[in-house]
């Protein structure tokens, strides 16, 4: 079974602060790809990094980067220097096997930058 | 990056008609096309998946013949539900990729049926 979690109903964090929002995921498959995505009010899912199970590096991409932990199944995402317009639902989801079609997300994380 | 469309962006309709909700990748050519849905404040729940001038593929629990989906391009996914009702007002979002790349979403459909 596959299965991703996410533990943070919501966060605050003051703004040009760096945030860290948890992900944890679960699966039998070796090759499996890890993604984030953002959700403004607007409602738009705006993708925003991608880890592959096979990467050795941790992907970066601007001010998101992603904390993989593959022994601890956790791709953490960070953000650096959060700004107003970074307050959003975050989901993590995840892809197993690589070409297969299923999509799991997680329940998403509700991310308020204060002033 | 991708950019997907979807058409119309708001929709209210009366309780027994047919909406029909049209997905677009405008710059690249998608091997699958998904169509989600999502209720406030939950995850997206993934209704179906749709390839290119075949069948769609539907999740269980999903009713086929309430939620219709043609795939008839590359480019172009249609969602239509049928008869709709209350309880289908929701917010439909559709995705596109190629291969492997990540899914990209569309803006959504924000349906309310009276």
């Known amino acids: 079974a596959q299965k991703i979690t996410q533990t943070q109903p919501g966060m605050f964090v003051q703004e040009k602060e760096a945030v860290t929002l948890d992900c944890t995921y679960d699966?039998?498959?070796?090759?499996?790809?890890l993604f984030w995505y953002k959700q403004p009010s607007s409602g738009e899912m705006i993708f925003l990094i991608y880890q592959g199970s096979y990467d050795e590096q941790n992907a970066t991409e601007g001010r998101y980067s992603l904390n993989f932990q593959k022994a601890r199944k956790s791709a953490n995402l960070v953000i650096s220097a959060s700004q107003l317009g970074d307050s959003a639902m975050y989901f993590c989801a995840m892809r197993a096997p690589p070409h297969g079609n299923q999509f799991y997300f997680g329940t998403g994380t509700s991310l308020t930058v204060i002033p | 990056g991708a950019v997907v469309s979807q058409h119309p962006s708001r929709v209210i309709c009366k309780s027994g008609t047919s909406v029909k909700i049209e997905c677009r990748s405008l710059d690249f050519q998608a091997t699958t096309m998904f169509w989600y849905r999502q209720f406030p404040k939950q995850s997206l729940m993934l209704m179906a998946t749709?390839?290119?001038?075949?069948?769609?593929?539907?999740e269980q629990g999903v009713e086929k013949d309430k939620f219709l989906i043609n795939h008839a391009s590359l480019t172009l996914s249609t969602l239509t539900v049928t008869s709709a009702h209350p309880e289908d007002s929701s917010f439909y979002i559709c995705?596109?990729?190629?291969?492997?790349?990540?899914?990209?979403f569309g803006p959504g459909t924000r349906l309310t049926v009276l």
């Open positions: 749709s390839n290119e001038g075949s069948k769609a593929t539907y």
């Open positions: 995705s596109a990729r190629v291969r492997d790349d990540p899914q990209y």
């Open positions: 699966t039998s498959d070796q090759s499996y790809g």
